[in-house]
C-alpha cells in the first residue's frame, strides 16, 4: 500500500474522472488491498421506480475499484478499467451509497477486484472487475 490519504486518491480520481466529482464522490478509508468509498445521494440519480439509477451504482464501483488500485499502486492515472460486470441484487434506498472495493490479485499487468455497495447497511449490488495498469 501507497502512503496516499483518501483525500489525495478522491482528488486524483476528482481530477481525472469527471462523473465522479460531478456526483461527489469521496474514498473515505482505506487499509491494506481496500478502499472504502461513499457517493452521496442526489435526486437525479433516480430512476423510474424511486430506485437509484444502475449507472449511479456502476459509476461508484468502478470508481471504487480505481480508488483501490491507486492506494496499492500510488498514482497510476494510467490504469483503466479492462473487464467490469455488476449484479444488482436489492433495491437501494434514496440514500447515500457506500462502496467496500478489495484488490482479489494485484499483478504486474492487471489488477482483479470485488466491490461490494451498500445503501444504509443493506447490500444492494456486487461488482467485479479488472483493472489494466500501464507499461513501462
Given at each position: 500500500m501507497s502512503s496516499t490519504t483518501p483525500e489525495q486518491i478522491t482528488q486524483w480520481i476528482n481530477d481525472s474522472v469527471g462523473t465522479a466529482q460531478d456526483n461527489g464522490f469521496k474514498v473515505v478509508a482505506l487499509r491494506p488491498l481496500e478502499?472504502?468509498?461513499?457517493l452521496p445521494y442526489q435526486q437525479s440519480q433516480?430512476?423510474?421506480g424511486g430506485t437509484l439509477s444502475g449507472p449511479t451504482m456502476m459509476t461508484l464501483?468502478?470508481?471504487?475499484?480505481?480508488?483501490?488500485?491507486?492506494s496499492h499502486y500510488g498514482k497510476q492515472l494510467l490504469a483503466v478499467t479492462q473487464d467490469f460486470s455488476i449484479h444488482f441484487l436489492a433495491k437501494p434506498s434514496q440514500n447515500n451509497l457506500q462502496a467496500n472495493a478489495k484488490i482479489i490479485k494485484a499483478g504486474k499487468r492487471s489488477v482483479v477486484l470485488t466491490v461490494h455497495i451498500y445503501s444504509q447497511d443493506n447490500l444492494v449490488a456486487l461488482a467485479t472487475g479488472t483493472y489494466a495498469m500501464p507499461t513501462k
Open positions: 478502499a472504502d468509498c461513499i433516480l430512476r423510474a464501483a468502478d470508481a471504487a475499484m480505481y480508488a483501490a488500485v491507486l
